[in-house]
């Protein structure tokens, strides 16, 4: 598990705060047993909570369970399920500061199926199959109507993914595709995502660089086709030997912007 | 604790699924202080979650605590109580498949006190005794306004276990008694129990047989007084050396089919 | 954690249950980490379950987090806070029975921050510090707008503690201030303290003896300038060499009397 807490700031006008106190938790529960025949089964609930700001404060929840099994390269499991599209390698890549900040940087723009931290998810299925440098992920859930497949290959210390995702869901136009690529050389990263979201084009380009001991910046900027305003994301992280300052500020596509500061850490 | 997952099947117009996903995770938090004079006081809740189908979705919950104490063979406990009915030795024989597909073996057609896993339950008190090859269990709960007793005996490999339930609420009609013997002649099981709640009779018989290395096949037929048709279900466990993969299929009151398979397993 | 049940007693007319089962489970989940400058980085949830006679019966619930650091004599920490009044020494002193009974020992009258055992608290942030003898603990939440602060001194076995809690909600009125002392000679404890919430006064003095191997009386007696009565109360505790058997009774400001008796245990 892990936890976070710091400071959330908000340019927009009417924000619910403009000045946020911001805290997570989040614990994994996870069990497993595995057969004389090499079969892993495994069942994972999370304990999540966390507030930001004064709207809203609520208690901690636990999540709906995701449970399966895996052998060899193949893994199956059902219930609340990670989903294919939110589990693109490269899809969150270029991401800043301690919380996020909204996820600007991902290139996918509308609903998704993903692990549900303290809630119900959508009671789906799921097959992760992955072989050395090659991974696929196909997921459906009855719930949300959603079907989504991605596939990677690692070369080195690139790697390029692609995904598409199908909604069936009468009135809903989450249908999706998207490509990313990224890799590191040497100290410095890069990136790139292209996506499309029911015919919104999105774009994103990113960049890290490691500066001597314990210090990362990173920055994207993306270009979304239904945005006024061209968006970018700038932060750092900093090692303090068992926990991690990270801050970021990033510009939206209303062209206001949010920040934050804090630490997060590992148990 | 432990945790399964597979599929259900219904054939009833109208259902909410034909066919479902099904999963379940249950971890049991138990905590026990023994005294200088040898009194155990313990406490438990159950984290419990899961879900079938596309009703109905949700997380997982916390159960309320079951609290008490035991010395020799004698246990009292308060809150979340177990239910001297539904504790009664012999009560589920004849499960089977997966999930128990909706307890058709059961011979107690009304309501009775049980641990509540995610909820609240009846806040209710309850003493168990054990001595030897007897024993006794009475519950009542202020709550749902229902006294249980139960009372067993086993001998060599053969139970017989009887219980009444006095239901004071007004309005309310869920008196029953019922009686239930079972046991083992080597590799085959036999049961049998009879059940009156509120003038309506059942009857369940029940059978099971190992076959071969983990493999077993259970069986009963029941007759409930209120329904059309007459109930039966049929199931089998095989063991993966170290998880169970388990199936089933019943025939309910109205004609209709329930079946599921899938695996379970225990950490 | 820790866990305890019993019976509850309340002679007021139209109390929800003149005698209510009692029980309560409390987890709390913690988790650390230190960097190697030696800043502990700190998180906690609480899981809490129980429930108290027939109304309003409920399941568990895991609190929000508070999460924080410290350093030195040093902690900052930001949402679900424990709150400087609710922390002030000696202002729960005197408090008698299994569960406290109402906390009528307690001389502020009017609301304040503490942490939130199954629910969200309010989201804020405190900080507490101590150096030998002395301590000090300032909170504040933009949820509640109440800023508090406490500051204490002990000397042997005496303790010294002064309150002052700002309200800034429009419309209420919890501003508060309070004194406590007290401490303990041999056998005997000894204690007082005083407060004033909105202009109402309430004081209280409180004594305790130790009774043999592991038996202690307290018994406190309370004026509220807000209540037509004296309120009083009398306990006692007993050890069962690993867990306690409490009770008590009060009396409160209408003249009516609640009683508990029962165990609780530490785990």
Do not use: C
């Amino acid at each position: 598990g892990g936890a976070r807490f710091g400071v959330l700031y908000d340019s927009t006008t009417g924000a619910a705060d403009e000045l946020a106190l911001h805290n997570r938790f989040t614990l994994n529960i996870d069990a497993a047993t595995e057969t004389d025949s090499g079969i892993e089964f495994f069942a994972r609930v999370r304990v999540r909570g966390g507030n930001s700001g004064t709207a809203g404060i609520t208690n901690s929840g636990v999540s709906a369970p995701r449970v399966g099994m895996s052998v060899g390269g193949v893994e199956v499991a059902v219930g609340n399920i990670k989903g294919a599209l939110e589990e693109t390698p490269g899809l969150y890549d270029g991401a800043v500061g301690l919380t996020g900040l909204g996820d600007l940087n991902v290139v996918a723009t509308g609903n998704w199926d993903s692990f549900s931290s303290a809630g119900a998810g959508v009671n789906g299925v799921e097959v992760l199959y992955s072989a050395g440098a090659f991974g696929a992920h196909l997921s459906h859930s009855p719930v949300s109507d959603l079907t989504a497949l991605n596939a990677s290959y690692a070369f080195g210390d690139w790697t390029v993914a692609a995904a598409y995702q199908d909604d069936a869901a009468a009135g809903s136009a989450n249908d999706t595709w998207l490509v990313t690529a990224g890799g590191s050389l040497g100290n410095f990263g890069l990136g790139a995502a292209y996506g499309d979201t029911d015919g919104n084009a999105k774009f994103r380009v990113n960049g890290s660089a490691a500066l001597g001991a314990g210090t990362k910046v990173t920055a994207f900027v993306a270009d979304d086709e239904s945005a006024a305003e061209t968006i970018w994301g700038l932060g750092f992280t900093h090692s303090l030997g068992g926990a991690v300052l990270a801050g970021g500020v990033v510009a939206d596509g209303t062209g206001e912007n949010q920040a934050d500061l804090g630490v997060r850490f590992s148990f």
